[in-house]
C-alpha cells in the first residue's frame, strides 16, 4: 500500500515537470516572445460563472461559427469573450494574416477556430471579424485583424489571468 502514495506523488512530478516544459516553449515574461513547438490547441472549455459579471449575449450564427460577446472586467475594461465567456486575448507578434503562436505555444494559448470556415456574427460587437488559415490547423478568427486565443489559466468566465503574459493582452471591444 505503501507504493500507491509514491506512485501518485511520481506521477504528480512528472506532470509538473511537463508543464514547465510547455510553458518554456512560450518563452519568458514581458516582451514579445518565440513561440515555437508542436502541440496544438483548441478552445478550453468554461465553468459556471459563480457570480462573474454577465456577458452580452452573442447571437446563434447557423453552422457552427463560434460566438463571439462582450463583458466588462474591473481593471480592464469591456473585453471580447467566447460564448462560454472565456476572456479573448491577442498576440501583438502576429499580423491579420499569420500567428507566431503555434506548437507548444497555442498549448497553453488555444487559438479560437472557426468550426465551418467563416467568422462569426457577432451583433452588438463593434468590429471586424475574419478569418485566416493556420499553419498547424484549422481556421482562426481574427477581430480588426488580430487572430484571437483563450489562455487556459482561465477556468472561468470573467477572469483575466492571461493578462500580459508573453505579451498577451485582453482584446477590448471597440
Known amino acids: 500500500m505503501n507504493r500507491i502514495p509514491h506512485k501518485r506523488s511520481t506521477l504528480l512530478g512528472v506532470a509538473a515537470m511537463a508543464m ?32 462573474q459579471p454577465p456577458m452580452s449575449s452573442p447571437a446563434a450564427s447557423g453552422g457552427g461559427a463560434a460566438q463571439i460577446g462582450t463583458r466588462s472586467i474591473p481593471g ?7 460564448s462560454s465567456g472565456l476572456t479573448l486575448y491577442h498576440d501583438p507578434s502576429d499580423t491579420s494574416m499569420t500567428t507566431a503562436c503555434t506548437g507548444g505555444c497555442a498549448a497553453i494559448w488555444p487559438p479560437l477556430l472557426s468550426a ?56 477590448t471591444a471597440r
Open 20 to 51: 514547465a516544459v510547455v510553458l518554456g516553449a512560450c518563452g519568458g515574461g514581458g516582451g514579445t516572445s518565440a513561440h515555437n513547438g508542436t502541440s496544438q490547441g483548441g478552445n478550453a472549455p468554461a465553468q459556471s460563472s459563480g457570480g
Open 116 to 171: 465551418n470556415g467563416s467568422a462569426p456574427a457577432s451583433p452588438g460587437v463593434s468590429g471586424r471579424f475574419g478569418t485566416f488559415a493556420r499553419p498547424d490547423t484549422g481556421t482562426q478568427i481574427t477581430f480588426n485583424g488580430m487572430p484571437l486565443y483563450t489562455y487556459i489559466g482561465d477556468s472561468q468566465p470573467g477572469q483575466v489571468n492571461g493578462q500580459g503574459i508573453d505579451g498577451f493582452s485582453a482584446v
Open 76 to 82: 480592464v475594461g469591456t473585453v471580447l469573450v467566447t
